[in-house]
């Protein structure tokens, strides 16, 4: 074949043909295996990320809640929902009466854990992935439907695609245990849960604040059913409702398990979460407690990293 200088070669019948048919078969091929045909995101080859930290000084804080805040977060309630359901149970008088407290010096993860974060430990270890059968489920007996869970499940190691920035949930409390157990082994650093004083003076600030913002609740600070869409988002998607550390998601969003006990085989959890509306529960000082084997669609978690 003779070829002029400076000019394009064009390919053989042949040749075209064989790369029109081809290449077109392997972009499907790439595209079955990577899972996004079946809507899950596969855990493979996940890069350590390791969560990006605020800083919380040694030092007090305001701790608790007044009576005066306990009913003003009863009244929130009653004017979301038209009734006093919360008062009726009883949801706030479990809380500490406000007072002093103090902790060490820590970092605490700035948002939940998310999928993609969690993917590399379960692509690492082999964990089992998050998620429930119906009939555990059901034994929870609890108010959402056991479909509600499929589109947060996990399957075949894959989280459900286009979530990979939501914070993981269908965890268990020695799920979040044996998460910062990793973490600490691959950086060389002391992970773990934080407890309740932890993470709610991270939450709230030094002086005591209802919110991680202020006084005033604000639904446009934070993912609730006030005004949110009834479903996790993207970590760190509401920055207005940073505390003063610059903690985000601390309101809202999932509840969080901490590492203080409640009664046996119960932990605290804190943070309020998407179903949520009012939201008296979103409260830095509000308490609520979860058996530790429970996997549910509206508790995530979120580590520190003690300082030696």
């Known amino acids: 074949m003779n070829i002029t200088p400076n000019r394009p070669v064009s390919l053989s019948g042949s040749l075209s043909d064989f790369m029109v048919r081809v290449i077109p078969f392997c972009a499907l091929l790439s595209f079955l295996l990577t899972g996004i045909w079946s809507g899950y995101a596969r855990a493979d080859n996940h890069p350590l990320d390791t969560p990006a930290t605020v800083y919380v000084p040694a030092g007090f804080f305001m701790a608790g809640s007044t009576r005066t805040e306990r009913e003003m977060a009863y009244g929130l309630d009653e004017a979301a929902y038209g009734h006093s359901r919360t008062r009726t149970r009883k949801w706030y008088e479990n809380e500490r009466d406000f007072k002093t407290l103090s902790t060490r010096a820590y970092y605490i993860s700035q948002t939940q854990i998310t999928n993609q974060q969690y993917a590399a430990f379960i692509h690492d270890t082999g964990y089992p992935v998050p998620g429930v059968d119906r009939q555990t489920w059901d034994s929870y007996g609890l108010i959402h439907p056991f479909e509600r869970t499929r589109r947060f499940a996990w399957q075949n190691e894959g989280y459900p695609v286009g979530r990979g920035d939501h914070p993981v949930v269908l965890v268990s409390y020695d799920d979040a245990q044996a998460y910062a157990r990793w973490l600490s082994r691959l950086t060389g650093d002391h992970w773990r849960l934080p407890d309740e004083e932890e993470w709610e003076k991270a939450a709230r600030g030094p002086d005591g604040q209802i919110f991680p913002w202020g006084n005033v609740f ?56 998407w179903d949520d509306k009012g939201c008296g529960i979103c409260r830095a000082a509000a308490r609520h407690t979860r058996a530790g084997d429970l996997k549910h669609i509206l508790i995530g978690f979120r580590v520190v990293r003690v300082i030696p």
């Open 218 to 273: 604000d639904p446009e600070r934070l993912n609730s059913h006030d005004s949110g869409p009834f479903d996790t988002t993207n970590v760190g998607s509401f920055p207005s409702g940073d505390s003063p550390y610059g903690l985000r998601d601390g309101a809202g969003q999932v509840f969080e398990w901490t590492s203080s006990s409640y009664t046996e085989g119960r932990y605290v959890v804190k943070g309020g979460s």
